[in-house]
């Protein structure tokens, strides 16, 4: 019996997702897709143009889905406030996300936290499109440090963004990494109240204002 032509792409993201979570990025492949699917390589070929074009679409989606609750999360808590009360309650919201986002959405949440992107998508070269759609993103995520500095603290430079970054990512992933912890109650508000503790104390000064901390040229300098 011939296979299904594809009729719903999400259906292949859906599957795209599951397979990362349960069996990691290496057994993402088309074949094994298509396995899980009943759709031909051809089809998902056709719809996706590669393995690398289905994974970064899959990738993409997740990520949109869950900085648009982000997002929704950071406008409710400047809206409820004022001034820097309500910027801290904003990092706060903005630290919550993952752990609301995975209660909302287990298999999406556990693909975006425990996938490594760079691992899921190999050496392959992207589309330019999805390319360029996935810049998008990290600008996006890096344009919301940046005002979320600014909030809190009136400037926007390496080092205030980088205390930003630490509350949004580094912490609620530590935490909701630990042993694959459900995000219940308990692990959400250690989350807040790591995140208000550090918000407590002053962020490192800037490197204009201290040359010194100017770091090696060969780092890195986006957040």
Do not use: K
């Amino acid at each position: 019996m011939a296979r299904p032509r594809v009729h719903d792409p999400d259906r292949l993201l859906d599957a795209t997702e599951r397979l990362a979570v349960d069996s990691g990025p290496s057994a993402v492949t088309v074949r094994a897709i298509s396995e899980l699917t009943a759709v031909s390589n051809g089809a998902i070929y056709h719809a996706f143009g590669s393995r690398a074009g289905l994974v970064g679409r899959a990738w993409l989606r997740a990520a949109r889905r869950f900085l648009a609750m982000q997002d929704s999360l950071v406008e409710a808590a400047f809206d409820a406030g004022q001034g820097s009360e309500a910027a801290v309650d904003a990092v706060v919201a903005a630290a919550d996300a993952p752990g609301r986002f995975m209660t909302d959405h287990p298999t999406t949440g556990r693909f975006l936290l425990t996938v490594n992107r760079a691992e899921l998508l190999g050496e392959a070269e992207l589309p330019d499109d999805l390319a360029a759609d996935l810049q998008d993103l990290d600008q996006q995520l890096a344009d919301l440090f940046v005002r979320l500095s600014r909030a809190l603290w009136g400037r926007a430079d390496r080092a205030s963004v980088e205390v930003i970054r630490d509350c949004v990512v580094e912490i609620p992933t530590a935490l909701l990494l630990r042993g694959s912890r459900t995000p219940d109650e308990f692990v959400r508000a250690r989350i807040a109240a790591c995140v208000r503790a550090v918000l407590a104390l002053d962020p490192p000064p800037s490197a204009l204002d201290h040359p010194e901390l100017h770091r090696s040229p060969n780092r890195e300098d986006h957040p």
